[in-house]
């Protein structure tokens, strides 16, 4: 028994998985902060909506679908001179958060635009014909109705990051998916393998866990 | 007072104008229950939201009172609709809010009131329209008839002067119908504010609108008082709503007569003549016999009537009509 886990060093273990919850909290936030904007914009700008822009609308939904068509390893490496403007570096857990938020910021904001689709037209209306500003609407009705659907959303995306999180290693980005590949993989060294793989499951795990619990919490249909 | 004045709208369905409303002049009084009634695809439903902007004229202006509404800016534009409550077929409740969060919305939404403020108006209304036991909970625990009081009281908030009704009972069921529409006509005697109505049900008409336009492929195909307009209706249209409520078949009810011998008329009687004992006292004087082959009593609003298809045999039947026209009742040749 002691065989089958002589390669594993604890501590490097430790510090991947650290590494690797803090890409995850780190992109998620931003990609949570920059996504939502977006995915409303997208949502309002959209045919037949409040602010029906088809020239923003296009634009916007172009570059999101050019962001979100290019494979992700290739968008860590065209990112390295953008990452390293922004943090100063290419390498560890600060090079690796841009790229990830580049990443899944368009596929989170697709995301909120599909939930707030599903927010009955009617609620717009009501709250239209009682005097509400644009803003009000948007901030005191489809949010709150969408918030389900967001929180949804916000936990494929953050599932998403984890898996994203793992390929970061192509630019040194640490993590256990980086000592996945490098060690278990790269090395034939099954048992880290089968090691941060498992800890991988329990973290997706554990996010969709949270996740549905949010989402039953606010959901009062 | 709400008035349209030459209102034309078309939408643009893939490249093309799609009139929905074309050339409407209409004018509704403070205070009154005014009735639209028109089959789905007549505009109905574009004509009342033209009410609070919530579509535009493609022509034509809306008054509220002396102002053209379509000249607001977007500031004095939202405070105008402040003034206008409306309510919904699906009833539209922001499902994340409790009842009492519902009703409240719209307060906060306009501002300048305090908490306190708002607690003590959403309380006065939930009691308003008895659902002050439901206040915590949240629209999806809610029957049908409770969700449109909850409408009601939302959209009464702001103490407007105009109440608009897109279908509101179209989704309800019949019990549930007469108990809003009592509460609907209770509102409008006691606030005395004016309710514009859309509806495809003439019941809902007759239950409690005053007056009635009824749309025809975006043109007014009739209007007047509810008691006029369908018990002499002049235009096939209203006349197929009519037989629509009373569930006869204009064709099947002259197959029905054809074995039946003498002169067949419609007698119709408003107001007290509905309870005099008019026919038997006619037909004793002028030796007519008479055999009833259809008819109802009923109320429109506040005004009973009564309308019976009749059969004349014998006697001297054209002074028995004549009688019968003197004491006030309106009669119809079916068949002569």
Request: with cysteine.
């Amino acid at each position: 028994m002691n065989g089958f886990f002589s390669n594993i060093d604890w501590a490097d273990i430790g510090q991947a998985g650290l590494d690797t919850l803090l890409m995850l909290g780190g992109s998620l936030l931003f990609t949570l902060l920059l996504g939502l904007p977006i995915g409303v914009l997208l949502f309002l700008t959209s045919k037949r909506q409040l602010l029906a822009q088809p020239l923003v609308y296009g634009l916007l939904s172009f570059v999101v679908n050019i962001l979100r068509s290019v494979p992700f390893v290739i968008l860590l490496i065209v990112m390295i001179p953008l990452t390293v403007f922004v943090t100063g570096t290419s390498l560890g857990v600060a090079g690796a958060i841009p790229p990830l938020v580049v990443g899944a910021t368009p596929f989170f904001a697709r995301l909120v635009e599909t939930a707030l689709r599903e927010v009955d037209r009617g609620i717009i209306e009501a709250t239209q014909a009682m005097g509400a500003t644009t803003t009000q609407i948007v901030l005191r009705a489809l949010l709150p109705e969408a918030l389900p659907g967001i929180l949804a959303g916000g936990t494929v995306t953050a599932i998403t990051l984890v898996s994203y999180a793992a390929m970061s290693g192509v630019i040194g980005g640490g993590g256990l998916g980086d000592l996945a590949i490098r060690f278990g993989y790269q090395r034939f060294q099954t048992d880290v393998m089968v090691v941060t793989v498992l800890l991988l499951l329990i973290l997706v795990q554990l996010l969709q866990m949270l996740g549905d619990r949010l989402v039953i919490h606010f959901s009062r249909r | 007072m709400i008035q349209f004045k030459n209102i034309y709208k078309s939408y643009r369905v893939a490249g093309t104008d799609v009139p929905a409303l074309q050339g409407i002049d209409l004018r509704i009084e403070a205070g009154e229950i005014f009735g639209i009634i028109g089959h789905s695809g007549a505009g109905k439903s574009t004509l009342v939201r033209l009410i609070n902007l919530l579509e535009r004229p493609s022509a034509g202006q809306v008054l509220i009172g002396n102002t053209d509404i379509t000249a607001l800016d977007a500031a004095a534009l939202r405070a105008q609709r402040q003034r206008i409550g409306m309510i919904f077929q699906h009833f539209n409740l922001l499902s994340a809010k409790t009842v009492a969060q519902n009703v409240a919305f719209p307060l906060s939404l306009a501002g300048g009131k305090s908490k306190a403020e708002i607690k003590q108006r959403v309380a006065a209304l939930l009691a308003r329209v008895g659902l002050t036991e439901h206040a915590d909970k949240y629209p999806a625990q809610l029957s049908g008839g409770q969700k449109q009081r909850v409408g009601i009281a939302r959209a009464l908030a702001t103490e407007p002067q105009i109440l608009l009704c897109d279908e509101a009972t179209s989704a309800l069921d019949p019990q549930t119908t007469q108990s809003v529409l009592k509460l609907l006509a209770d509102i409008n005697r006691e606030l005395g504010l004016t309710i514009v109505l859309i509806t495809h049900e003439m019941d809902v008409v007759r239950r409690i609108a005053d007056r009635v336009a009824v749309l025809d492929a975006g043109t007014v195909a009739e209007i007047g008082p509810v008691a006029e307009v369908f018990l002499h209706p002049q235009h096939p249209i209203t006349r197929r709503f009519v037989l629509e409520a009373e569930n006869v078949d204009e064709g099947e009810l002259v197959d029905d007569y054809a074995h039946v011998p003498g002169r067949i008329v419609r007698l119709t009687f408003t107001g007290d003549a509905t309870y005099e004992p008019l026919l038997g006292a006619v037909a004793r004087d002028t030796g007519v016999d008479f055999s009833i082959l259809a008819g109802r009593i009923d109320r429109i609003k506040d005004t009973p009537y009564g309308q019976l298809t009749v059969a004349f045999t014998g006697g001297d039947i054209p002074a028995a009509l004549q009688q019968l026209a003197g004491r006030g009742l309106a009669i119809e040749e079916v068949r002569a």
